[in-house]
């Protein structure tokens, strides 16, 4: 899985929002899908999250026993979310992507919806 880091301007605080874009391994390259866009901004508190490609970090400073791939990780709590699983977001019932799989975070990252137009993919919403 690639990666690559941008901003995304809130339209409601004039802020610029950091991200990260995550190429998935199963998606097509065309298509919005094929990608994962999160806010590098935890849910909640202060933390960034930070993608971890390095799998012996995932083991030393997450104590994730068996990661198999890159994975998201919230270096305040500990929280590990894996870009290939989705989970029921807690009191809306939708679906997002970046399930927990260690940890005690309340919700996975907040997503940013992206558009892809020939081999270019841009930001353009936040959950």
Known sequence: MSSKEFFIRN?????????????????????ANGYWAFSVNSPFG??????VTDLQKLKNDYGFRTPKHPMVGNPCSRTVFDP?????????????????VQGSD???????????EGKKS??????
């Open 106 to 116: 309340l919700r996975p990252p907040i997503g940013i919806e992206i558009k892809v």
């Open 11 to 31: 339209h409601l605080s004039g802020e610029n929002i950091p991200g990260f874009l995550i190429r998935l391994p199963a998606g097509s390259p065309s298509q």
């Open 46 to 51: 202060n933390c960034k999250l930070e993608y």
């Open 84 to 100: 290939l699983k989705t989970s029921n977001l807690p009191g809306s019932g939708a679906w997002v992507r970046g399930g927990i």
């Open 122 to 127: 841009s930001p353009f919403r936040t959950e």
